[in-house]
């Protein structure tokens, strides 16, 4: 059975980090590419970041380009979002992402406010 386990989620101020990691098991995460999304209230979900099943080639949304950066630990099946100077628009709910050959999974998801 396939869980995927977000966490580091929480309260931050304009202008900081935060570092969220997805935890995954049930599958061979090492082969499939890894996805961040986010949901913010009244908006549809939308794709944040995607790393390949090595961690060679990472993609971006254009909103978040040079302040995020997605990484993954195979050895650790962990993928990892860092988020450098947040915005208050950056506010919602970010889930992690896999897609195998068969099926896609999500996680449960872990709230990012951010505000002063």
């Known amino acids: 059975q396939v869980h995927l386990v977000e966490s580091g989620g929480g309260l931050v101020q304009p202008g900081g980090s935060l570092r969220l990691s997805c935890a995954a098991s049930g599958f061979t995460f090492s082969s499939y590419p890894m996805s961040w999304y986010r949901q913010a209230p009244g908006k549809e979900r939308e794709l944040v970041a995607t790393?390949?099943?090595?961690?060679?080639?990472?993609n971006y949304a254009d909103s978040v380009k040079g302040r995020f950066t997605i990484s993954r630990d195979n050895a650790k099946n962990t993928v990892f979002l860092q988020m450098n100077s947040l915005k208050p628009e950056d506010t919602a709910v970010y889930y992690c992402?896999?897609?195998?050959?068969?099926?896609?999974?999500w996680g449960q998801g872990t709230q990012v406010t951010v505000s002063s």
């Open positions: 790393i390949t099943s090595g961690g060679s080639r990472t």
């Open positions: 992402n896999a897609k195998t050959y068969t099926s896609t999974y």
